[in-house]
C-alpha cells in the first residue's frame, strides 16, 4: 500500500480536471533496485499522462536524495558523538581514578610528614640529651669528684739510697714532703691544666 500513497502523492495538483484518483491493482507494479534502493514501478500503460508531473517527480527524487544524504551524515556525526562521548567517559574514569590514587598520596605523605615530624622532635630530645651527657662528663673530668687528693712518689738516688715523696692537695693547690739521702723539704704547687 505504501508505494500507492507514495505515487498519489506525486500527482500534480495542477492537473485537477483530469481524473487522476484511481487504484493500481499490485500485479501492475514491478519491484526494481536502483542504486541499491528497491522501487515499486507502475507500467506506463496503466498510468494517464495527464496526471503524472515527470519534472516534479524527477525534483522530488533529488530531493529524496538530499534528505538520504543529510541522514547519512547525521549519522556519521551521531557515531563520531557516540565515540567521543565513550572517550571522554573513559577520560572521566580515568580522571577519577588518578584523583582517587592523589588522595590516597595525600594521606600518605600526611603520615610521613607526620612521622618526619615526630622522629624530627626525638632527635632533637636525643641532641639535648646528648648535650647534658657531654656536659657531665666535661664536668666529670675537669672537677675530680672529690676536691681532695693524695700522691706519692718512690724511687732511689745516684747512691742507691731511697727517696720519697708524698702530697697531699685541695682542689688546685698541692703541699708536697720530699725526702732524699737524709734530707727533706717540703714544697707547695698547684696543678695547672692544658
Not at 480536471?17 to 484511481?22: K, T
Not at 499522462?49 to 519534472?55: A, R
Not at 529524496?64 to 551521531?78: I, S, V
Not at 567517559?89 to 600518605?108: F, G, H
Amino acid at each position: 500500500m505504501k508505494p500507492l500513497l507514495l505515487l498519489l502523492g506525486l500527482i500534480y495538483s495542477g492537473w485537477a480536471a483530469a481524473d487522476c484518483s484511481y487504484a493500481i491493482l499490485k500485479d501492475n507494479l514491478q519491484q526494481k533496485v536502483i542504486d541499491g534502493v528497491s522501487y515499486w514501478i507502475v507500467a506506463q500503460s496503466q498510468v494517464n499522462p495527464q496526471c503524472i508531473d515527470i519534472s516534479a517527480i524527477a525534483d522530488d527524487l533529488d530531493t529524496l536524495k538530499q534528505y538520504k544524504n543529510l541522514l547519512l551524515q547525521y549519522k556519521q556525526h551521531d557515531d563520531s558523538l557516540a565515540d567521543s562521548i565513550s572517550g571522554f567517559r573513559e577520560l572521566l574514569t580515568n580522571y577519577d581514578r588518578t584523583s582517587d590514587d592523589l588522595m590516597a598520596l595525600t594521606r600518605r605523605y600526611d603520615q610521613h610528614i607526620s612521622q618526619y615530624d615526630k622522629l624530627s622532635q626525638d632527635f632533637n630530645d636525643l641532641l639535648v640529651d646528648y648535650n647534658e651527657l657531654i656536659k657531665k662528663y666535661r664536668n666529670i673530668a675537669l672537677n675530680q669528684s672529690s676536691p681532695f687528693s693524695f700522691d706519692v712518689g718512690a724511687g732511689l738516688s745516684e747512691k742507691g739510697d731511697f727517696s720519697g715523696l708524698f702530697g697531699v692537695g685541695y682542689q688546685k693547690v698541692r703541699v708536697w714532703g720530699v725526702y732524699q739521702d737524709g734530707q727533706s723539704a717540703l714544697m707547695v704547687g698547684t696543678r695547672i691544666t692544658f
